[in-house]
T-cell receptor, first 115, second 113 residues
Framework: EPEVTQTPSHQVTQMGQEVILRCVPI?????FYWYRQILGQKVEFLVS????????KSEIFDDQFSVERPDGSNFTLKIRSTKLEDSAMYFC?????????????FGSGTRLTVV | GESVGLHLPTLSVQEGDNSIINCAYS??????FIWYKQESGKGPQFIID?????DKRQGQRVTVLLNKTVKHLSLQIAATQPGDSAVYFC????????????FGTGTRLTVIP
């Protein structure tokens, strides 16, 4: 079964440092997303990406965040200067063109800890 | 600083019983809804979906009911098994032309063997 792969599974970084979270979406999917989940809270939408540009972003996705699809397979989330409150699980997801939940697949997440 | 987590609603059921998990959604314009299961340390896993032109949809051991009048969604799990223990989230697509999802707060289901 195709899956979304995220690396690393756990990242510890010092406050103020830049981090890049990496994702390999499902190969024939066209829409890519980042979500985050602060410990014990609900999953929150950050950004969606289609046709090499951001299609939607939430208020959380401020100037400290950026996304990129540097090649045909990877999709990255960069946080330029991490803050303590950026500590969370970050989930990448992808979906196919004929959008349906069954094709909307989440990765296992990267746990980001900012110290 | 320390973040305070939300107090998740919890549901405990005996193995073999049926479970009903409820969700209230916020946007009357939402036209697509999904139930996800999330096990500890894992990402959300698709269970079943429903579009707003339907009020019921059945899958294997699961049924989703949609009541648009009161903006309520439920997930019924038949013959609940220990492997069903997880946090269950409903998610809505706000029908803005984008594919982003808005998640509910979740319900923790514990199945007692």
């Amino acid at each position: 079964e195709p899956e979304v792969t995220q690396t690393p599974s756990h990242q510890v970084t010092q406050m103020g440092q830049e981090v890049i979270l990496r994702c390999v979406p499902i190969s024939n999917h066209l829409y890519f997303y980042w979500y985050r989940q602060i410990l014990g809270q609900k999953v929150e939408f950050l950004v969606s990406f289609y046709n090499n540009e951001i299609s939607e972003k939430s208020e959380i996705f401020d100037d400290q965040f950026s996304v990129e699809r540097p090649d045909g397979s990877n999709f990255t989330l960069k946080i330029r200067s991490t803050k303590l409150e950026d500590s969370a699980m970050y989930f990448c997801a992808s979906s196919d063109y004929s959008y349906s939940g069954y094709g909307y697949t989440f990765g296992s997440g990267t746990r980001l800890t900012v110290v | 600083g320390e973040s305070v987590g939300l107090h998740l609603p919890t549901l405990s059921v005996q193995e073999g019983d049926n479970s009903i998990i409820n969700c209230a959604y916020s946007n009357s314009a939402s036209d697509y809804f999904i139930w996800y299961k999330q096990e500890s340390g894992k990402g959300p896993q698709f269970i079943i979906d429903i579009r707003s032109n339907m009020d019921k949809r059945q899958g294997q051991r699961v049924t989703v009911l949609l009541n648009k009048t009161v903006k309520h969604l439920s997930l019924q799990i038949a013959a609940t098994q220990p492997g069903d223990s997880a946090v269950y989230f409903c998610a809505e697509n706000p029908s803005t032309g984008a594919n982003n999802l808005f998640f509910g707060t979740g319900t923790r289901l514990t199945v007692i063997p």
